[in-house]
């Protein structure tokens, strides 16, 4: 079991920036693929982006070259920061957890979720 806990959520306004932060516990050396996940009012849950090992990252095309995840060495804090927001980025934004996460491997743990919403 992973136990995942979100920060840093927030009211921006659209070209802001926020970053978010995701503390594990638990068997976070099993599973140490990070991902966030977001799902906005009325939409289905939509990929973000991923962090397979140290530096293997990976974003979904409407975020790239806007967001950017990482880690902390130690593997158990994963941040996402976001720049240059727009009023579709709102959403409930949630970390995840897994052995390996694409856009089609669907974690297994799940934290919460942080509300992010952009106006405009």
């Known amino acids: 079991q992973v136990h995942l806990v979100e920060s840093g959520g927030g009211l921006v306004q659209a070209g802001g920036s926020l970053r978010l932060s995701c503390s594990a516990s638990?068997?976070?050396?099993?599973?140490?693929?990070r991902g966030w996940y977001r799902q906005a009012p009325g939409k289905q849950r939509e990929y973000v982006a991923a962090?397979?090992?140290?530096?293997?990252?990976n974003y979904a095309d409407s975020v790239k070259g806007r967001f950017t995840i990482s880690r902390d060495n130690d593997k158990t804090t994963v941040y996402l920061q976001m720049n240059n927001l727009k009023p579709e980025d709102t959403a409930v934004y949630y970390c995840?957890?897994?052995?390996?996460?694409?856009?089609?491997?669907?974690?297994?743990?799940w934290g919460q979720g942080t509300q992010v919403t952009v106006s405009s």
């Open positions: 638990g068997n976070v050396f099993s599973f140490t693929a």
């Open positions: 962090i397979n090992g140290a530096t293997n990252t």
């Open positions: 995840t957890a897994g052995a390996f996460i694409t856009s089609i491997i669907v974690p297994p743990y």
